[in-house]
């Protein structure tokens, strides 16, 4: 029989049979948990959950603003060998019923904030068996059970049955991306995985420790936020700050001064926001030891900028949702600018040409990635899994160089995904989107730097005969529809879109128009 291992057990068991039980584990403004008190909310949540059916290897989706209550129930979920599947809270009714449709989730766990949305997205969820109410969200599945999150604690009150018995191969979580290819997939992640992400980056790169107090903008509902302000912080018996607000700069204040965090992690245009933010004191960053950028590149600028506006450096590195977390990075007091550093220990790296050479340094090739933590497949996408999972290699789709100090510089993309302010927007979505618009009769969605150097979607249309396009109505009828991150920031008006001879859009051509 495979050893027993449960990630949930290990991240926060093993800091209470330690004697740690008395640290604080959680902090933030929905409150203050201990490792003790931690534990315990766990264990009960985990017993609640199988007290009102749930069965190891379901799926529970999550949906809901970070705080102790979320964190309890994707651990409690992991405990009980269930399946946590955290969502973006930036998604539409629509997208969210996607979602629950193609995870086939049986429960899902909501906080108040979300509540219209997540209601109309489980009327048509017809595998969905429950719902947990976090702050006594006002959701009911089309059938089946609601519990607030407070009654299923006091259902798991009394004995507690253990972990499930998982093991390093056991599923653990699923994450939403839509990386490689447009439409959302859940990149499944096993137990082991966990443990594999907090031995390396957390613990080589950060070197995070018990007297660290770790505050992510990216929320837990991102692999990045989730490694960030949960997974590191729980192994290491440090502290994890969670905030429900959206982030902007003020809220960042807010938790610097009263948090106090000592491990800051963010994407780059985030970093630029807070530059450009009156809110925000120059000595704000004081207890913090050094940030942490992901998400996209980093230019060289910002961190100058960053670091001699705040006194602290950023390091920079890249990780991806199929990898769980950052795999090549920047060291702490050894940033090269303008670069993702090296490869993480334990993870290998080859950057391969289009004819499928290695390439030599200094030449571009496409990023592939081989290490301990990367997902088993995507749930259900069968020809998409062998394109991206080609053995024991990730193909990345990043195109990279690297130098002759074995540093890597990213160039872009293999192909036509944008990633804004970290995140992936699909060109043909947001094109779907605007051609249901009836002022249109063409679209293409493409990347176009803004005043930080940062990819952002634009929209390029042609007007529909007899119509004419109002860019503002336009966004607006993106921002209905899609999450407000894909809509295009602008829109240019052609008369017509530049074509191939053989009918394909030349989305280059678009790109350097807009550039300009
Ligand atoms: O996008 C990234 O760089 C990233 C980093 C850590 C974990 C997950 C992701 C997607």
């Keep these: ?75 409690a979920a992991m405990r009980a060998g269930a399946v946590p599947v955290p969502v973006s809270t930036m998604y539409r009714s629509g997208e969210l019923g996607e979602l629950l449709r193609d995870s086939r989730a049986r429960f899902l766990v909501v906080s108040a904030e979300f509540a219209e949305i997540a209601q109309a997205a489980a009327r048509e969820a017809p595998d969905l068996a429950g719902v947990v109410a976090i702050d006594d969200a006002d959701v009911r599945p089309g059938r089946g059970t609601r519990v607030t999150y407070e009654e299923l604690l006091g259902l798991g009150a009394g004995e507690d049955a253990g972990p499930d018995a998982t093991h390093d191969d056991s599923p ?85 001064a009263e948090d106090r965090p000592t491990l800051f992690f963010a994407g ?11 809110d925000i004191a120059d000595d704000a960053f004081a207890p913090v030891r050094f940030a942490v950028s992901a998400g996209e590149a980093l230019p060289a600028e910002l961190f100058t900028r960053f670091r001699d506006r705040f006194g602290i450096e950023i390091v920079d590195g890249i990780g991806s949702t199929e990898a769980l977390h950052i795999f090549l990075s920047n060291r702490p007091g050894a940033v090269r600018p303008g670069t993702t550093g090296t490869p993480v220990p334990g993870y290998d790296l080859r950057l391969r040409t289009a004819d499928g050479r290695e390439a030599a340094d200094g030449e571009p090739g496409n990023l592939f990635l081989r290490g301990p933590s990367l997902a088993t497949g995507y749930w259900a996408r069968t020809d998409t899994s062998r394109a991206v999972f080609q053995g024991e290699w990730l193909a990345t789709g990043d195109i990279y160089v690297r130098d002759a100090d074995g540093y890597y510089a990213c160039l872009g993309r293999d192909n036509d995904m944008i990633k804004a302010g970290g995140i992936w927007v699909s060109p043909s979505e947001v094109e779907a989107r605007l051609l249901s618009h009836p002022t249109v009769a063409q679209a293409a969605v493409v990347a176009a730097p803004d005043a930080d150097g940062l990819d952002k979607p634009v929209a390029c249309v042609v007007a529909a005969p007899g119509h004419t396009v109002d860019a503002e109505a336009l966004v607006a009828h993106c921002r209905e529809g899609l999450a407000a991150f894909k809509r295009p920031r602008h829109v240019f008006v052609f008369d017509a879109l530049p074509m191939t001879a053989t009918g394909k859009l030349r989305r280059y051509v678009l790109r350097s128009v807009v550039a300009e």
């Design 172 to 256: 653990a979580l699923w994450l939403y991306t839509s990386g490689t290819t447009g439409t959302p997939k859940a990149a499944m992640h096993r137990h082991a995985n966990i443990r594999q992400v907090v031995e390396t980056y957390g613990a080589q790169v950060l070197g995070a420790t018990a007297d660290d107090r770790c505050f992510s903008v990216a929320k837990l509902f991102f692999a990045y936020g989730l490694g960030n302000a949960a997974f590191f912080p729980l192994a290491a018996g440090a502290t994890a700050v969670l905030d429900p607000a959206r982030p902007t700069p003020a809220s960042v204040a807010a938790r610097l």
């Design 268 to 278: 780059p245009t985030f970093f630029a926001a807070l530059l450009h933010s009156p």
């Design 1 to 75: 029989m495979p050893k027993p291992f449960n990630a949930a057990s290990y991240l926060v068991d093993r800091q209470i049979s330690r004697g740690h039980g008395g640290r604080t584990a959680v902090a933030g403004p929905r409150g203050t948990l201990t490792y003790a008190e931690l534990g315990s909310r766990v264990r009960r949540a985990a017993a609640g959950l199988r007290a009102i059916g749930l069965r190891p290897e379901e799926r529970v989706m999550v949906f809901s603003a970070d705080g102790p209550e979320m964190l309890v129930m994707l651990l």
